[in-house]
């Protein structure tokens, strides 16, 4: 193995005899030897429960437990910690403020886009709110002039990201439209925190959601930005370790962000999320992106350059995942082959719906990209399209 991949033991294995092309990264990302070695020493040496007890264990583990509050609040350029909340990864923590806003979202509206994961749909229906998107191009370029803002618009919800297209969204100036109709924003994440930098104070969103497993960390583990303005926000889930004292009668709570941290959290999964920031900090962010940059635009052209291949979205600007589709192939049959070949794609209509129907498809192969893949990587993905297109010309 070469660059970074000889940095995730996983990736050193054969599939079916063939060397391991993993590009399913918007489902889930692989893990370095760094964040894997993290989790052992942990369970090793350090493992309690945190917050409750004065003994020794505790103690350590609460420290590096905080430290990782630190490390992601850096990280994602917020105030001070305090404005990081522990969650079980994005859905969760969409869901987590889809509760706590639900008695000013219930028949409300929340401004949506049309590349939007289900994660940020289905919560906001739960909170009985209406969902209106913002209207897009057919490229997947979203209309930022014709956005519709009204007085029933309580919040725009909106992914950084599309894991379906690599779409990037302009957060910052939707924010902006946003921020002039006093209406606050959720930026969905999870497709942007491993690849593109963050700064919560520039794009000013009100919250920002992602998980740990989608930036080399463990599942189970994510991340709920909340800025100041609703640090007062009631808790969407009630128990131990969010209270400050509670009686038959009546219970108050602790201060953010432990407020929201309510029962015994994935600690080992958090703690890997600020070995991961180290990773990817210690390579440095920059070159991670440049290196990523290249080897998209390497497979997007390469792409676009079959004829038998409809490429989906064409957006300013795009990253980490492409979706495409051969003509007269169903997208599964084609996962199956290229996984025979030792390529890992995705196939389906990857938990967004309402784009496909948009797209007026059923679903698309996806092909997701991480630090660790190369152009050489891209070869042997091109090279398995071609051997499929073979089999059924």
Wanted: glycine share 6%; charged share 25%.
């Amino acid at each position: 193995m070469t660059g970074f991949a000889k940095d995730f033991p996983i990736l050193a294995q054969k599939v079916y005899g063939k060397r391991l092309v993993y590009l399913d990264n918007a489902a889930t990302t692989q893990k370095p030897n760094s964040v894997i070695d993290t989790i052992s020493d942990f369970y090793k040496t350090d493992y309690s429960n945190i917050h409750r007890g004065v003994h020794y264990l505790s103690e350590r583990s609460s420290e590096r437990y905080e430290k990782t509050r630190e490390k992601v609040s850096d990280f994602i350029g917020a105030r001070n910690s305090s404005e990081v909340t522990f969650t079980a990864g994005t859905t969760d923590a969409i869901n987590q403020v889809a509760r706590s806003l639900e008695p000013s979202l219930r028949g409300n509206e929340v401004l949506v886009t049309g590349v939007e994961h289900h994660s940020n749909i289905v919560p906001w229906q739960m909170a009985e709110a209406k969902l209106k998107a913002i209207p897009m191009d057919e490229d997947c370029n979203l209309l930022l002039d014709s956005v519709d803002i009204t007085d029933k618009t309580k919040l725009v919800a909106i992914s950084h990201v599309s894991n379906v297209l690599g779409s990037v969204n302009d957060i910052k100036e939707i924010t902006e439209i946003a921020k002039d109709h006093d209406v606050p924003v959720l930026v969905d994440a999870a497709q942007s925190i491993q690849h593109l930098p963050l700064d919560v104070k520039d794009i000013d969103c009100d919250f920002l959601v992602a998980s740990g497993h989608k930036m080399y960390a463990s599942t189970g583990a994510g991340v709920l930005y909340t800025n100041d303005r609703f640090s007062d926000l009631m808790p969407a889930k009630g128990g131990g370790g969010m209270v400050d004292k509670v009686s038959l009668e009546k219970t108050t709570y602790q201060e953010p962000p432990l407020r929201y941290e309510a029962g015994t959290p994935h600690i080992a999964g958090i703690i890997s999320m600020g070995a991961s920031i180290d990773y990817m900090q210690k390579i440095g962010l920059e070159k991670i992106e440049k290196h990523e940059n290249d080897v998209y635009s390497y497979a997007r052209d390469r792409l676009l350059e079959m004829d038998n291949v409809t490429v989906y979205g064409n957006t300013t600007r795009m990253c980490g995942s492409i979706s495409f589709n051969l003509d007269q192939v169903h997208h599964y049959d084609v996962g199956l082959m290229m996984d025979k070949m030792g390529v890992a794609v995705r196939t389906g209509h990857h938990c967004a719906q309402p784009l496909m129907e948009s797209l007026t498809i059923e679903g698309t192969v996806r092909a997701s990209f991480a630090l660790y893949n190369t152009k050489e990587d891209v070869d042997r993905l091109i090279e398995g399209i071609e051997k499929v297109e073979m089999m059924y010309t």
